[in-house]
């Protein structure tokens, strides 16, 4: 498996409190994601980082920030959480070929938030 | 990236093979097939892809036909712990990078 972890694995928080995910990888990957999962939609993209400092929308991305100050950590922050936004998020890290041409995304075990 | 059609559930006896379909009619030529499982509670993992011939590795096997419309997942001898939704996914070496997941199926073996 690849090596990567999120913490925390279970956080219950309260409406308008800041909250920060964290996803460390040990495989010094380029490409790092954030996505959430919820019944009914499937895992939806919140953003991605395509290296350090890099980052760039997903398609649900109102609400949440990200950064990335080195290569292993990518953080996910929800500025004022909401009940919508309870969900399990999950992070995945993107490998690519020596050519370049494929691109597998590795995934992390999921953190699950519950917002009152 | 193309979108995907699989059957919503299938059931498999422990042992045997476990053949799941998809049909990814609209798929380009630029587009690899990517299977993904989701075993209860875990995050997604990886099993194998392909661009138009036929892949196997130590997991699965995969199936491409040759007009690539469709594809097959093939677990030689399932067991209690591949009881999970199995997710084909298609799509491009460039632009978008995140993975389009749909809804899968949800594959069950039996005793």
């Known amino acids: 498996d690849a090596g990567i972890t999120q913490s925390p694995r279970h956080k219950v928080t309260e409406t308008g409190t800041p909250v920060t995910l964290r996803c460390h990888q040990t495989?010094?990957?380029?490409?790092m994601y954030w996505y959430r999962q919820d019944p009914g939609h499937g895992l939806r993209l919140i953003h991605y980082s395509y290296g350090v400092k890099d980052t760039d929308k997903g398609e649900v991305s109102d609400g949440y920030s990200v950064s990335r100050s080195k290569t292993e950590d990518f953080l996910l922050t929800l500025e004022s959480a909401t009940s919508s936004q309870t969900s399990v998020y999950f992070c995945?890290?993107?490998?690519?070929?020596?050519?370049?041409?494929?691109?597998?995304?590795?995934f992390g075990p999921g953190t699950r938030l519950l917002v009152l | 990236d193309a979108k995907t059609t699989q059957p919503p559930s299938m059931d498999c006896a422990e042992g045997r093979a476990a053949n799941l379909p998809c049909n990814h009619s609209t798929i380009s030529g630029n587009e690899y097939v990517y299977w993904y499982r989701q075993i209860h509670s875990q995050g997604p993992q990886y099993i194998i892809h392909g661009l138009k011939n036929n892949e196997t590795n130590e997991m699965a096997s995969l199936i491409i036909t040759e007009d690539r419309k469709s594809s097959t997942l093939i677990l030689p001898h399932a067991t209690l712990r591949d009881t999970a939704v199995y997710y084909c996914?298609?799509?491009?070496?460039?632009?978008?990078?995140?993975?389009?997941f749909g809804t899968g199926t949800r594959l069950t073996v039996i005793p």
């Open positions: 495989e010094n990957h380029r490409y």
């Open positions: 996914i298609v799509r491009a070496t460039t632009g978008a990078n995140n993975l389009f």
């Open positions: 995945a890290i993107s490998s690519r070929s020596v050519a370049g041409l494929q691109e597998t995304q590795y």
